[in-house]
């Protein structure tokens, strides 16, 4: 069967589609269990046949959420080649191969490009690919939350330093660059920032730092240096650790 990612990542506005196509996951695994042959295919992004690639601007939203690459058409023949071998029908199968996912982009491999994971790869559904195969968290210093080395920082100039790496990490994510284009020394407006990007950042400077920006502040023509600073100065995060550390001297 044909499913899609949509099942699994979930779609904004479609999720009788995405009902839909966890249907078939969930009928393909029943199959299984009572030793039926069956695969869900859940199909991600083609990149030259199909909706996606008739439509520049779902093709353009596609490409900007940063969850899904693109499947090129003679790798999904490949995989129909595969599973649709008639000699593969009546070889036992197990559950876990009930179900095939193509096309989603693990954070592990935007962690590798230095770009933050995109909002739905950070459930907790996604957290085994968030780290390399074949090596430790403490070995993979990208693997770690930028709330992690805030609160690790020893003074106020290393937490505006990982403020600054993560949000030119979430900047070049929102803005479809690579993060080595983001000048902190440069204000958001000239990166193309509007209102709705504003709004984004909001949440997550609120989400990453417990730090409540307004939109105004990063809409005012502050630089990328000084929103940094700000969030830095505005962090309950570093509020919290000195409380802490005062209660343990107390003691």
């Known amino acids: 069967m044909l499913s899609s990612v949509a099942g699994v990542a979930g779609n904004i506005g479609q999720s009788n589609y995405?009902?839909?196509?966890?249907?078939?996951?969930?009928?393909?695994?029943?199959?299984?269990?009572?030793?039926?042959?069956?695969?869900?295919?859940?199909?991600?992004?083609?990149?030259?046949?199909?909706?996606?690639a008739e439509t520049e601007r779902l093709h353009e939203?596609?490409?900007?959420?940063?969850?899904?690459?693109?499947?090129e058409e003679d790798e999904f023949l490949a995989l129909l080649t595969i599973?649709?071998?008639?000699?593969?029908?009546?070889?036992?199968?197990?559950?876990g191969k009930s179900q095939i996912a193509m096309g989603l982009v693990t954070p592990v491999d935007l962690l590798e490009r230095n770009l933050e994971p995109a909002e739905v790869l950070q459930r907790p559904l996604f957290a085994s690919f968030s780290q390399a195969r074949g090596t430790n968290q403490s070995n993979t210093q990208s693997s770690v939350s930028a709330a992690t080395l805030f609160n690790l920082a020893e003074d106020d100039e290393q937490r505006v330093a990982v403020v600054l790496e993560a949000l030119a990490r979430k900047l070049a994510r929102a803005l479809?660059?690579?993060?080595?284009?983001?000048?902190?020394?440069?204000?958001?407006?000239?990166?193309?920032?509007d209102s709705l990007v504003a709004v984004e950042l909001r949440?997550?400077?609120g989400k990453e730092f417990a730090a409540d920006i307004a939109v105004f502040d990063i809409m005012r023509g502050r630089t990328v240096a000084a929103i940094g600073e700000l969030i830095t100065k505005m962090s309950q995060l570093k509020r919290t650790k000195k409380t802490v550390a005062s209660?343990?001297?107390?003691?």
Not at 83 to 95: A, F, H, L
Not at 181 to 193: C, N, Y
């Open 83 to 95: 599973y649709c071998d008639p000699e593969r029908t009546n070889m036992p199968q197990t559950i």
């Open 18 to 52: 995405a009902a839909g196509c966890t249907f078939q996951d969930a009928l393909a695994r029943h199959r299984i269990q009572h030793q039926q042959g069956a695969t869900s295919i859940d199909l991600g992004v083609m990149r030259t046949i199909g909706i996606v």
């Open 203 to 205: 949440n997550w400077i």
């Open 176 to 193: 479809s660059i690579p993060p080595e284009e983001i000048d902190v020394h440069k204000p958001l407006h000239a990166f193309g920032v």
């Open 247 to 251: 209660l343990e001297a107390d003691a």
């Open 61 to 71: 939203n596609f490409k900007k959420s940063g969850s899904l690459g693109q499947i």
